[in-house]
Each structure stands twice: as C-alpha cells, then as structure tokens.
C-alpha cells in the first residue's frame, strides 16, 4: 500500500524545496513581516510603534550557532549596543538572547563573561532580559546559566518548550526561584524519544506546565498563537482571579493579528517578540527550513495583505 500525502503538506514541502531557488526580494517580503529592521534604529522605530497600540516588545539581534570568538564578540557589541539605546525609549523594556550566537558552541567560560556584561548593562539600565530555549543539545547548559544568572539578577526570564518530556521536571524544579519563564510550544525539529510531536499531547503538556507555574508562584509569559491555548489560559487566570500584573502573553511579530486584539481586549498585557539584524536573509532560510509548518505559513503568507506591502523589512 502506497502512504497517502494531503496534498496541502505536498504543496508545503514542495514550497519549502523549491526556497533556494526564490528570488531574495520575495524571501524579502515574506520575512519582512517577521523580522523587525536590519538595524537597531529600525527596530526602535517598529518598538515605539508598538508602545503606541499598547504592546511591549522584546528585541532580539537575529543570529544563533556562532562558531568562533570574534563573531560571538560581535554580538556582545550589538546587545550593548541594543541596551543602550532601548534606554531611550519608556519601559518596560525586554531582550532576548539565543546563547550560542553569544558563543555556547565555541567557549562557555567566554560566554559567561559577555552574559555577565550585557546582563549588568541592561541591569543599569533597567532592561530585563530573556533566554531563548534552543535546540536540545543547549538545553541543560541554558538552564544552568539560567540558574547562574538569576542569582545575581533577578530581572531574567527563560523560554520552556512544551513539546519537550523532560520540562515538567525542569519547570518544577525551577519553581523554588519563583521564575518568570517564558512557555512555549517548542520550535525544533526533535527526536520522538525526547519530544512530543502530536498537537494534542503539545497542547496538554503546555496547559500542565502553565498550572503548574501559575499555582508554584511563578510569572508565566504565554507564548503562542493557539487560540485554544489562549483561551483556555484566559480561563485558567479567570478562575483565580489574576489580574493584569500576574502574566503576559507574548506573540510574534507579524503573526495573529486578529487573536492580538483578543488578547488586548481580555485585559491582559501581550508582547510581541521583535528580531532584527542584517543577517536576515540566511536566518529566515535556515528557519523556514527548519521547521516543515513553515511552508504552510509561506503559504498563507503569500495572501496576506501585510506581505503584499512589503512588512517591516523596508
Ligand atoms: P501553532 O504552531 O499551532 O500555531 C498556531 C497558529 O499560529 C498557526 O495555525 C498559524 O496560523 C500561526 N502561526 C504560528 N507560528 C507562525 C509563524 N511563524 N508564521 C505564521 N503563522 C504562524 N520556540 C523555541 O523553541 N524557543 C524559544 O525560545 C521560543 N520563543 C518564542 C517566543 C515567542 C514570543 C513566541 C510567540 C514563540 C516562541 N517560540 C520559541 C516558538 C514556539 O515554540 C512555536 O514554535 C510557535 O510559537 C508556534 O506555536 P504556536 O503555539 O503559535 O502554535
């Protein structure tokens, strides 16, 4: 018997094969609506934008897998950089980092050098700070940075992925510090012995983890455009009467206008996650790639209205 493929997901892949071969003006136009600028002042421009419809933002310098010192120390640059110059806009202000384009992969110990200044940066500053969960094999040494840094710094928050078996008992045994994570359905393509890969079981195990941070004492970010995971957080708030300083919802830039709105009208606070950087244009390929999903959002993308103008990608 031949395996029978929809033709959607045949359609899906044969858009994700075919990438190489788009014009980089169309990869242009479908990351513009993802990406935030190629520079800090374009990104400060879309965050200012952001402020005035009432979302906070957290920023993000496009890159990850450095595989030598000076391009990590690059990026140290461009996050002290970004620091700075966030400063210039009213809080409450957000980063984000991915640690290996700060140098996971090449040296730890000259990681936990550029953390520590860009942590201490943003400290001053008043700028909080959230690490990315990237693929598997960065996941203990994240979480034991995590653990490293909050000690000294309380202003930080960490991304769990829900697809992962192992992050109730990650998420639990962080519940002592009463963390601010951030949850997450979990973006990488992983082995089905340590991941989930059914949309159900994804959505059940994302619910438990949110219980379980919201009854341990902790500060969830909701990160998702599920509208079912949506409501049934906005359920689960309501039920214990949590008001607007208890959580956050968070979202992409570009994705989910309409369940935004939702969110901002149920009262809750939402912050859309906004990544920039020159590097644009092998990111998107290598993320487009990465993830088969991605095809079916191009898919969509091509029709949405947002594309057609061109995004934020000027
Ligand atoms: P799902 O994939 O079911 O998407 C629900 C609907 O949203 C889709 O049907 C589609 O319409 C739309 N959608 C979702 N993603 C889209 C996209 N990229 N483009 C267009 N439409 C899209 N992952 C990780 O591994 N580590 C991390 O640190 C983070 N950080 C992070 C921060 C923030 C603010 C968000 C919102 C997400 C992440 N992620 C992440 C990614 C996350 O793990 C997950 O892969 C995506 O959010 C998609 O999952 P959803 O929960 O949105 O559900």
Redesign the pocket.
């Known amino acids: 018997m031949t395996n029978f493929i929809p033709p959607m997901e045949l359609l899906h892949k044969a858009i994700l094969l075919a990438l190489p071969r788009v014009p980089k003006a169309m990869i242009r136009r479908i990351a513009g609506?993802?990406i935030a600028g190629e520079s800090i002042e374009g990104v400060l421009g879309v965050v200012s934008d952001l402020a005035a419809e009432g979302l906070w933002s957290?920023v993000d310098v496009l890159g990850e897998n450095v595989t030598s010192d000076e391009e990590a120390d690059r990026a140290e640059e461009e996050y002290l950089r970004l620091v700075e110059r966030l400063s210039e806009l009213a809080p409450p202000r957000q980063v984000?980092l991915?640690l290996t384009l700060l140098g996971l992969r090449v040296n730890e110990s000259r990681l936990s050098d550029r953390l520590e200044r860009i942590v201490r940066s943003a400290q001053r500053h008043g700028t909080s700070i959230?690490?990315?969960?990237?693929?598997s094999s960065t996941t203990d040494a994240t979480i034991r940075i995590f653990r490293w840094l909050k000690a000294e710094y309380a202003d930080l928050s960490l991304?769990i992925?829900?697809?992962l078996h192992r992050s109730v008992e990650d998420l639990k045994s962080l519940l002592p510090l009463r963390p601010s994570l951030?949850i997450?359905?979990?973006?990488?393509n992983e082995p089905p012995e340590i991941a989930f890969s059914d949309?159900r079981t994804?959505?059940e195990n994302?619910v438990h983890l949110l219980e379980l941070l919201i009854d341990g004492g902790g500060y969830p970010?909701i990160?998702?455009?599920?509208?079912w995971?949506v409501s049934r957080a906005l359920q689960m708030l309501a039920s214990r009467g949590l008001g607007r300083n208890t959580h956050e919802f968070?979202?992409?830039l570009?994705?989910?206008e309409a369940?935004r709105k939702e969110i901002l009208a149920s009262g809750s606070p939402l912050?859309?996650?906004c990544p920039y950087g020159p590097d644009w244009y092998a990111y998107s390929l290598r993320?487009l790639r990465e993830?088969p999903?991605?095809g079916?959002?191009?898919f969509?993308?091509l029709f949405s209205t947002k594309v057609l103008r061109g995004g934020y990608l000027k």
């Open positions: 609506r993802y957290t984000s991915k959230c690490l990315d969960m990237e693929d991304a992925q829900a697809y951030r997450c359905k979990g973006i990488y949309r994804i959505q994302y970010a990160a998702t455009h599920d509208p995971l968070q979202m992409l570009g994705v989910g369940l912050r859309l996650y993320r993830n999903r991605m079916g959002y191009i969509k993308s």
